[in-house]
């Protein structure tokens, strides 16, 4: 059972537009979100985050929205650039029930093409 | 701070061989992942500790992997043997604390057995 999917494997945009990355989550006990950019051959990098008692959180040319009651939350760039280019993955972290334990689901990824 | 280290960052063995992969966590992180990425599954939990202690393993496929972390800055994950379809991406990750969700990856590991 995916708790966390993202349904865009791919999205390619044009320099300067905006990229907007979708991601729906299941579990209700989740309430804090991240979104994480990996290149190939690297790590996943922490981009941004957000708690499940804000629906906005901004951090330079990226945003993350929340929306609760349709357990979905978005990522914006803006403006995107081809550094920007990468596999952007949504996780979401909740406490685990009867065990007191937090971990993180993570999303199957949406790979961002920015193209020049 | 030099972030996750794992090594190696490749490794290719024959079906049967030992295989172990290193991590040394952020200093001051009391939280260790061990993380598999395929195409299948994208990325699981294989297992966590928390102060040198597992946590929880419940994602480690079989009984031929295991994984210890016999002090703060240092943690194997080990396969026994291995099989061609351990091949796969294997990350490192570190958390500071309760206080934050956040992770932090290391460069990961890419398995190859044939």
């Known amino acids: 059972d995916q708790q966390v999917k993202q349904n865009s494997p791919s999205l390619s945009v044009q320099e300067g537009r905006i990229s907007i990355l979708n991601c729906d989550y299941t579990?209700?006990?989740?309430?804090?979100f991240l979104w994480y950019k990996k290149y190939p051959a690297e790590g996943p990098t922490f981009l941004i985050s957000i708690s499940s008692i804000k629906d906005k959180n901004e951090d330079g040319r990226f945003t993350v929205f929340l929306n609760k009651s349709a357990k979905h939350l978005s990522l914006h760039i803006v403006p995107s650039q081809p550094g920007d280019s990468a596999v952007y993955f949504c996780?979401?972290?909740?406490?685990?029930?009867?065990?007191?334990?937090?971990?993180?689901?993570f999303g199957s990824g949406t790979r961002l093409q920015v193209q020049p | 701070d030099a972030g996750v280290i794992q090594s190696p960052r490749h490794e290719v063995t024959e079906m049967g061989q030992e295989v172990t992969l290193r991590c040394k966590p952020i200093s001051g992180h009391d939280y260790l992942f061990w993380y598999r990425q395929t195409m299948m599954r994208g990325l699981e939990l294989l297992i966590y500790?928390?102060?040198?202690?597992?946590?929880?393993d419940s994602g480690m496929p079989e009984d031929r992997f295991s994984a210890k972390m016999p002090n703060a800055s240092f943690s194997t994950l080990k396969i026994q043997p291995s099989e061609p379809r351990d091949s796969a991406v294997y990350f490192c990750?570190?958390?500071?604390?309760?206080?934050?969700?956040?992770?932090?990856f290391g460069p990961g590991t890419r398995l190859t057995v044939l």
């Open positions: 990750a570190s958390r500071q604390d309760l206080s934050t969700d956040t992770q932090y």
């Open positions: 579990n209700s006990m989740f309430d804090y």
């Open positions: 996780a979401a972290s909740g406490l685990i029930s009867d065990t007191g334990r937090r971990a993180l689901t």
């Open positions: 500790f928390n102060n040198n202690v597992p946590i929880d």
